[in-house]
């Protein structure tokens, strides 16, 4: 609840809490979580589901290693609707993700911007998909997702800002955010629901 009360100070986002409160949770096996993210980019989150789904089946419905996605031959790939771009990026993760001895447990030890300049690294992967990989998979509360279309929509609407100039308007979005650390990621997603209503 500590995070409803500090929210609160700001009178534009204060009427979108009344939404209820919202939790984050964290999962496990961040590497393969990356590999669900790239999977998703640009599709409904109903096809991404679909498709996600599909590559599991490949392992028995199971997280599979590292080392059997980068054997997985391509054509099985493309076979669960993965693009031929989108196969290479998931397979460069399992790659660097071993390369690079990446765990859960090396994460959890990093702070958000360490973690963002690593896994920018990986071709395929850029400071969004990693900021979701924050939010949504190591449950950091402390994360702006200021390239988020979503959240540039609900922005611009609750705060009349003008999406005209993209520079500009992220520029204030970030100042307005600054006031909602450390719970930016809570303030995100309450502004994400109410998109979504």
């Not at 209820?20 to 991404?48: C, D, E, W």
Request: charged residues 25%; positive net charge; contains cysteine.
């Amino acid at each position: 609840m500590e995070y409803l009360k500090h929210l609160q100070k700001d009178k534009k986002l204060k009427p979108l809490l009344q939404a209820g409160y919202l939790t984050i949770s964290k999962r496990k096996n961040v590497p393969v979580r990356l590999m669900a993210s790239i999977m998703s980019q640009q599709l409904s989150t109903k096809v991404a589901a679909v498709i996600y789904q599909r590559f599991l089946d490949l392992y028995n419905g199971k997280d599979p290693e590292l080392s059997v996605v980068l054997k997985t031959p391509d054509e099985k790939l493309r076979g669960i609707g993965l693009s031929n771009a989108k196969v290479g990026y998931v397979k460069n993760v399992a790659a660097f993700c071993l390369e690079h001895s990446i765990t859960d447990k090396t994460l959890a030890k990093m702070d958000n911007e360490a973690i963002i300049n690593l896994l920018v690294q990986i071709k395929g992967v850029g400071r969004w998909t990693v900021e979701m990989l924050l939010m949504f998979t190591l449950g950091r509360e402390d994360v702006f997702a200021v390239d988020d279309l979503g959240i540039q929509q609900a922005m611009c609407k609750l705060y009349k800002l003008d999406p005209a100039d993209k520079k500009a308007m992220k520029s204030a979005m970030q100042s307005i955010a600054q006031k909602w650390s450390p719970y930016q990621t809570y303030a995100c997603m309450h502004l994400w629901q109410w998109k979504d209503n």
